[in-house]
């Protein structure tokens, strides 16, 4: 009776699985950004200079591109459990070693090369990070559960804000710079024991009912892709797959999109403030609280944009316009922020940008990470994540800088909104007109030859 219940009952591991990876998300955003909030004791305990804290700051985006590619081959060869927990670890203890600067540099010059060393290894460590998660949404989400599950974890950093800024604040208040690092690290190091225990393949993972299992399987879920078998019989990744991954005109189109996804989040981390402050006269603690609004209403865009793109796809939405429709909505809402340079009040500005940041928002849930997760070839998922993700986080640093660049030598920041404000009609057009059909990479050879077959069906029916 118990073995019949056992097979009956319907499971909800994966749910579960989605919670990890979104926590772990949360910790890794949290890890990359706290040395913003501790960054003005740093400057002021070492001696630093604003261009030596900022060269600090910029460590993390460098290396995280670099490393994108290298994690993407460790992903596709070792796993996602193993390379996960081992970069998770590692990532943790670099944090934490962040803490103790002090102890070990005796002067400016030694702090400033070692925490510069610390936040360049923290980016080349956490590089896997969301190609992995990408690829557990593959492993272990149908097709039309990704967009939510897809959307849920890129919107981490809406998380790690209103939950680690607060306390990272505190900390530092209370007991120095040196305290965000411990604790962030520390919980880090105890995510890798929950991610050991928990991480499973779904065939593997003792937890999952016979119908959950059928479900995800039936759903088109990529389940064996971790598998001890499927990583050894793996061939050695080739120069074709490369060309393959940077030659195709659907793929370039996400990459294109990702980039102006990360421009837009770049220009509101960095100039957003500055720009309330410099060119609307806000005071800095004014400035601070008025992009919660924006951040709130990215994160409700995300959720809305991939349970909007599962959902036409449950109603018959071809998997292509399923995941374009609510991008280039999304974006071409995104595109408003240009009007902030015309809004006289602050009040405008914020309503404005709020609205700006949802349609984000959708664009991101439906239409980048997904889209990953619906077409990456079966053989190298994540080398595909890596390099759609390295590709979008160059405007990590292109995107701050350029914006600058166009303020200092116009003395308009009207300029600089229209040039962020471009990013989103030129990522609408290309997902638009230029994409074509989504399908997996590898299998268009596969569906071209069944829908010809098809057709000569048909033909031979008509003939009759």
Known sequence: MSQEKNLNRTSHVRIWILMLILFL???AYADRSILSISGAAIKEEFGLSAIQLGLILSAFSWAYVIGQIPGGLFLDRFGTKKVYG???ALWSLSTIAMGFVGEFSSGMTAALALMFGLRFVLGLIEAPSFPANARVVIMWFPSAERGRASSLFSSAQYFAVAIFSPLSGWLVSRYGWEWPFFVLGGIGVLA???WSAFMRSPKQHPQVSANELRHIVDGGALVDIDAAQTLKARPALSKAMFKKLLSNR???????????IIALS???ITWFPIYLVQARGMNILDAGFATIAPALF????GICGGYISDKLLARGWSISWARKTPYIVGMLMAATLILAAVIPSNAGIIAIMSFAFFGKGVAAGAGTWTVV??????????LAGAIFNGIGNIAGFLTPLLFGIIVGVTGSYSIGLVFVGAHC???????????????????EQQSTATSYKKQGKEDGIKAV
Do not use: H, N
Request: proline share 4%; aromatic share 18%; glycine share 10%.
């Open 425 to 443: 009609v030129v990522a609408a057009l290309l997902f638009w007109l230029v994409m074509g059909p989504i399908e997996r990479v590898g299998e």
């Open 373 to 382: 997760s619906d077409t990456a070839p079966k053989e190298a998922v994540g």
């Open 250 to 260: 659907m793929l370039w189109c996400a990459y294109i999109g990702q980039y102006c």
């Open 266 to 268: 770049y220009f509101f």
């Open 192 to 194: 890798v024991f929950v």
């Open 25 to 27: 998300s949360v910790v």
């Open 86 to 88: 081992v970069t998770l």
């Open 298 to 301: 990215g994160f409700a865009g």
